[in-house]
């Protein structure tokens, strides 16, 4: 459970009524039932009941249902975010850090409101998405 976690779902307040033996879970901030008092750890079904454990900063589990990532950051679990310096796909880079802002097209002696339309919605996607600033 804290070399390789795999929980069920996010966060959660009470434990499973029938869990499996090896289930592994984590518990919600306002936790209720035999989880009381165990906020914020992993918790896992064992043929003993339930073991906890309490993360630390940078533990990272799978999320079966969903196939995203939690991470523990400081005090909470985060979702589904993916932090880094770079992505990288058969190594190439194909997404770095934030671009500075870039201006829509203004100006030039011959005016083509198609190209400029297309050009304003391609800088608009990439403001939308985080890749460039506005």
């Not at 929980?7 to 936790?31: F, H, K, L, R």
């Not at 932090?83 to 500075?100: E, F, H, M, T, Y």
């Not at 391609?122 to 998405?129: D, E, N």
């Amino acid at each position: 459970m804290i070399v390789a976690a795999a929980v069920e779902g996010p966060p959660q307040a009470a434990p499973p009524t029938n869990p499996a033996i090896g289930a592994c879970y984590i518990v919600g901030a306002s936790p209720s039932g035999a989880w009381v008092g165990k906020a914020q750890q992993l918790a896992a079904w064992t043929s003993g009941g339930w073991r906890f454990v309490a993360p630390r900063d940078g533990l990272d589990a799978y999320v079966k249902s969903s196939g995203a990532t939690a991470a523990f950051r400081g005090t909470a679990w985060v979702m589904g975010d993916v932090s880094g310096a770079q992505l990288s796909i058969n190594g190439v880079k194909v997404v770095g850090a934030r671009g500075g802002a870039i201006a829509g097209p203004a100006g030039g002696a011959t005016l083509d409101a198609e190209a400029r339309a297309a050009i304003g919605s391609i800088l608009a996607a990439l403001r939308t998405h985080g890749l460039i600033a506005t």
